[in-house]
T-cell receptor, first 114, second 112 residues
């Protein structure tokens, strides 16, 4: 079974620029999560989707971050404008629904803000 | 007080040693407990998954959950250099699909 795919793997931008990340979950996984992992910290949830609907975006900084999952499969996460504190690894995870299922993570996008 | 506390280490042990990694938590609503292993520049990989209190063993790995003490552990027997990674504990509350709350991770080095 193919894992969670993320691109790009690395991105370097200047502050105030915009950036977008892409995630393709494991086939059949209706639930998709975006996490932010700052160096030396555990991942922290940004947003959770089930199919194409948002389940939890309470920790998403909505003034600069946005995410969508239009057809219930792939998802994009965007930051505009970026701040220095957004330097982190952005991880996408997916899981099955209906019963408690573990989350499977992609390798993330490492974002550096100059 | 953070919901999940985990000593970030680093922890360095000789090859063959028994490793003990631990997390404490404050929210008694947590029901599901996981350990993830994260190699450098890779995503977290699920190692162990337990529900409520008790022990679970998988090869050289044993996970323990003590809900009365709000304390979980991961033991690695006969540690190998390939076990060198960051180990993240994670937990969540519900039986459905809910976001995980992670510890900071403990960085482990196993020296040959």
């Amino acid at each position: 079974e193919a894992g969670v795919a993320q691109s790009p793997r690395y991105k370097i931008i200047e502050k105030r620029q915009s950036v977008a990340f892409w995630c393709n979950p494991i086939s059949g996984h209706a639930t998709l999560y975006w996490y932010q992992q700052i160096l030396g910290q555990g991942p922290k949830l940004l947003i959770q989707f089930q199919n194409n609907g948002v389940v939890d975006d309470s920790q998403l900084p909505k003034d600069r971050f946005s995410a969508e999952r239009l057809k219930g499969v792939d998802s994009t996460l965007k930051i505009q404008p970026a701040k220095l504190e957004d330097s982190a690894v952005y991880l996408c995870a997916s899981s099955l629904v209906n019963t408690h299922q573990p989350q499977h993570f992609g390798d993330g996008t490492r974002l550096s803000i100059l | 007080q953070k919901e999940v506390e985990q000593d970030p280490g680093p922890l360095s042990v000789p090859e063959g040693a028994i490793v003990s990694l631990n997390c404490t938590y404050s929210n008694s609503a947590f029901q599901y407990f996981m350990w993830y292993r994260q190699y450098s520049r890779k995503g977290p990989e699920l190692l162990m998954y337990t529900y409520s209190s008790g022990n679970k063993e998988d090869g050289r790995f044993t996970a323990q959950v003590d809900k009365s003490s709000k304390y979980i552990s991961l033991f690695i027997r006969d540690s190998q250099p390939s076990d060198s990674a960051t180990y993240l504990c994670a937990m969540d509350k519900n039986s459905g699909n809910t976001p995980l709350v992670f510890g900071k991770g403990t960085r482990l080095s196993v020296i040959a």
